[in-house]
DNA sequence: AGCACA
């Protein structure tokens, strides 16, 4: 009772995966707190050069247990903890959290993010950024892409240490400018950690290498370099085709899953890859075709249309600069319906066999598929309570499968007859008010009847017919 | 040598 206020220290400290370390040397790094302690656990954040003196510390590990670890080393240890020689004390925090304003970013890792400012994808190379780097390390990897920060680059290195050297180095700097072409002017790099500890590499190519890896496949389109966009006949900037479209999803009232948009799509042919992400709090989502006509009829067909009735979740496509996504097979954000399974790949991945011809080549079709897939776009299982209200089969939250694939327009283009493409179908909350089964609806066509029992739902988080 | 920052 008398020491349950704030006692100035406690003889017996609860565990918390905060450490409180004090006697460090003046100004004590990251760096040095991380080598110290990242034995006993993942690191998750830091906070250095505390107090007066700036010679204390705190360390907060992923896991409770591995501060316990840590402590519990050093307190049998007939070595004490040490930082350039000198003892540091540990124990644990009195708080459960390190809160500062250090972003994610500022936890060392041994992947950098930078952002070369000022410049265009195509105005540093690779090589050039391989050059800059190496002279601080073994460089494993590099993925460049284009964000809306710029220009940016993932670095792998071996580890932490190497990559902090390199972002101490090169922060704020300007990459020398005889590496550059002349246009630029400057160029000013931004460094931050990445939370990548191993970068995926899929392909050597302008966008990306992995150095540990020679024998790496190249991408024949990616390592041509940098095309120039072509010019349309207006004299505008004509984004070159592309076997994969970038969906931006406007007004988006109602959840958009990768279900939803591999229904959508599925309309004009096989879909192959899906993965939805956000960019400036916008909903988007790349969709990957085989080949670039079944991309072309896709966005034609789709542009400026609407996946729910009433506005909701209107469609803007373009073509992405990507060709093949890498993406996870199955996660509520991706999809890859590419991944080996014997019944799939007679269907989408025969070579020389069109998995799906394009949509024009039955124009009623056409036309029909879009209602059908807003339509089951918005059907399929949902959380209790949410149960769509627009279609009488599906009270009590039971659903129906579809009948027969023959029933469903279009089916012998989307698909083998053996696989209802609509099966995907799994999870969408239903906007309330909205039926688009019977409404003309911004994707629908007038005249045509709703012959569609929308399809069941799929056992949970998983499509029947994709395995994992 | 004994608990920070916004």
């Known amino acids: 009772m008398s020491t349950s206020g704030t006692p100035q220290f ?8 905060v450490l409180h370390l004090r006697n460090l040397p003046w100004e004590c790094t990251e760096e040095e707190l991380i080598e110290l302690c990242k034995p006993f656990g993942r690191i998750v954040n830091t906070k250095c050069n505390v107090g007066a003196n700036r010679n204390q510390a705190f360390v907060e590990f992923a896991d409770l247990n591995q501060a316990i670890s840590m402590v519990s080393y050093y307190a049998s240890s007939s070595e004490p903890a040490q930082v ?3 003892t540091v004390y540990i124990q644990y925090s009195n708080r459960h959290e390190i809160v500062n304003n250090k972003s994610p970013g500022d936890v060392p890792g041994n992947v950098l993010l930078v952002t070369i400012e000022g410049v265009e994808a195509g105005d540093v190379s690779i090589d050039v950024i391989h050059l800059v780097f190496s002279a601080f390390g073994f460089v494993h990897k590099i993925a460049t892409f284009e964000k809306a920060a710029g220009f940016q680059a993932l670095i792998q290195f071996t580890d932490a240490e190497t990559a902090s050297s390199a972002r101490n180095a090169l922060d704020g700097r300007s990459i020398p400018r005889y590496l550059l072409p002349e246009h630029v002017g400057s160029c000013h790099l931004r460094i931050s950690y990445s939370a990548h500890t191993d970068l995926n590499i899929k392909f050597q190519s302008h966008r990306s290498r992995d150095y540990t890896n020679p024998y790496l496949p190249v991408n024949p389109t990616a390592i041509e370099g940098i095309t120039q966009p072509a010019v349309g006949p207006d004299g505008k900037k004509k984004e070159p085709e592309s076997n994969v479209l970038l969906a931006s999803i406007e007004n988006m009232q109602y959840a958009v899953t990768v279900d939803v948009i591999h229904t959508v799509f599925s309309a004009f042919g096989t879909v192959q890859k899906i993965a939805i992400f956000e ?5 988007q989502a790349l969709v990957q075709y085989p080949d670039i006509t079944t991309a072309a009829v896709a966005r034609e067909a789709l542009e400026g249309h609407c996946i729910y009735d009433g506005g909701y979740c209107k469609l803007h496509l373009s073509y992405s600069r990507h060709t093949d996504l890498n993406v996870k097979a199955y996660s509520d954000k991706s999809r890859d319906y590419t991944i080996p399974d014997a019944n799939l790949l007679a269907v989408q991945a025969a070579p020389g066999v069109p998995a799906a011809p394009p949509a024009w080549q039955n ?34 939250g039971r659903s129906t499968y579809v009948s027969a694939p023959g029933t469903y327009p279009g089916q ?21 008010g909205s039926s688009p089964l019977s409404h003309t609806g911004p994707l629908s066509q007038p005249g045509v009847p709703p012959n569609v029992r929308p399809v069941g739902a799929s056992p949970p988080g998983q499509p029947p017919y994709y395995g994992q």
């Open 10 to 17: 406690r003889y017996t400290q609860t565990p918390s995966k």
């Open 84 to 86: 350039r020689g000198k």
């Open 279 to 283: 960019k400036n709090g916008q909903t």
């Open 363 to 396: 124009p009623q079709a056409a036309p029909l598929y879009p209602e059908y897939s807003a339509a089951a776009a918005v059907h399929g299982q949902v959380p209790s309570g949410q149960v769509p209200s627009w279609d009488p089969t599906m009270q009590g």
């Open 412 to 432: 012998n283009f989307a698909t083998s007859s053996s696989i209802p493409a609509y099966a995907a179908v799994s999870a969408v909350a239903m906007p309330a």
